[in-house]
């Protein structure tokens, strides 16, 4: 088990080109947030946001298009019931799954449409699979695209779901990795819980940052979004999704010093100056 840690987060988050433009740092597009669930998409977002997405837009529900736009105007937004495959087609990284719900067909149509940019060879794409979206794919059984750098983001309770390996066995890295190997070849696992793990290429990253002031709804939504926006922004997709894990909870514990619960979207506010901080450091 190696851990993860600030090393890793400041190898990642570089300084920026004084001659690059919002082209350079990713198109991001979150799918998800049914008509009960908006607050989802608007963490997912805010949390993409600020951790320095290019773009980034929202397919959700329509009710949610006028609190979405009140509540960050940096984002676009769709519905994800149209317009899907050009949406999914221009993304660099797409997110799906936060506050989705039960909507199946959405979830579908996002999977065809990035197998169809593979066969057509035109450039590698992220995917990040959250939430409702993991509980659908668990239920329904459908298959990940292969080939698209997938990232899983479950919880305890989601990941039993989808792997079949009880919570209670979730500590052995043996069991979790032979599921990880039996659903895709390649994708990266962060096994959320208070002792969060990520296996990437083999190898299990463990977590020593953070505490139960996270334990809020809404805080996985804004992992989430620090995932898409990182992997928009660094490569190779692992190490940025390191950077994003050690972040979301490094954020908190600073926070914690001062709050009782550490909010979600608190953590977002927090994103830039721990990036700069981040960035400062790295030689
Ligand atoms: N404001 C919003 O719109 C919010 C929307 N959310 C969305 O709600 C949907 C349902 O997600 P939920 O996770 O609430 O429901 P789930 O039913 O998927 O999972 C909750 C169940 O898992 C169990 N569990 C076991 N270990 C756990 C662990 N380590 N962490 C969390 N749960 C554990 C819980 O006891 C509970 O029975 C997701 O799509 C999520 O993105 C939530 O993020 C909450 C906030
Ligand atoms: N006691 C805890 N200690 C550390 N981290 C925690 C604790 N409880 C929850 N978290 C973190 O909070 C996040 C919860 O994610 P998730 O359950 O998907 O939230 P939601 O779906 O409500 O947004 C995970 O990153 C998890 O590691
Ligand atoms: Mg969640």
Redesign the pocket.
């Known amino acids: 088990m190696i851990k993860i840690t600030k090393n890793i987060a400041e190898s990642v988050v570089q300084k920026r080109d004084k001659h690059s433009y919002k082209g350079k740092y990713g198109r991001v597009l979150i799918i998800?947030?049914n008509e009960?669930?908006?607050?989802?998409v608007i963490?997912n977002a805010q949390a993409a946001v600020y951790s320095g997405a290019g773009l980034v837009t929202v397919a959700t529900h329509p009710d949610n298009k006028a609190p979405l736009h009140a509540r960050l105007p940096e984002v676009m937004v769709t519905d994800y019931k149209k317009e899907l495959e050009n949406q999914v087609r221009s993304a660099d990284v797409v997110l799906i799954?936060?506050?989705?719900?039960e909507e199946l067909a959405v979830l579908k149509a996002t999977f065809a449409a990035l197998e169809g940019v593979l066969q057509q060879g035109e450039r590698k794409q992220t995917l990040i699979v959250?939430?409702?979206?993991l509980?659908m794919l668990a239920g329904a059984g459908l298959t990940l695209p292969e080939g698209v750098a997938t990232v899983l983001t479950p919880?305890?309770?989601?990941w039993q779901r989808l792997s079949g390996v009880k919570?209670a066995d979730q500590k052995d890295q043996e069991k979790n990795q032979k599921a990880l190997e039996s659903l895709s070849s390649s994708a990266i696992l962060v096994l959320?819980?208070?002792a969060t793990q990520v296996y990437w290429n083999h190898d299990c990253f463990e977590l020593t940052v953070g505490g139960p002031y996270q334990a809020t709804?809404?805080?996985?939504?804004t992992l989430a979004g620090m995932v898409a926006g990182f992997t928009a922004q660094f490569t190779p997709c692992g190490s940025a999704v390191l950077a994003a894990v050690y972040s979301h909870s490094a954020i908190a514990e600073e926070l914690s010093q001062r709050a009782y619960v550490t909010l979600p979207s608190e953590i977002a506010k927090g994103i830039p100056a721990f990036m700069k901080k981040l960035a400062d450091q790295e030689s």
């Open positions: 998800g947030g009960n669930m908006g607050g989802a963490m799954g936060s506050g989705i719900g959250d939430g409702s979206a509980t919880h305890q309770m989601e919570i959320k819980s208070e709804g809404g805080m996985g939504d």
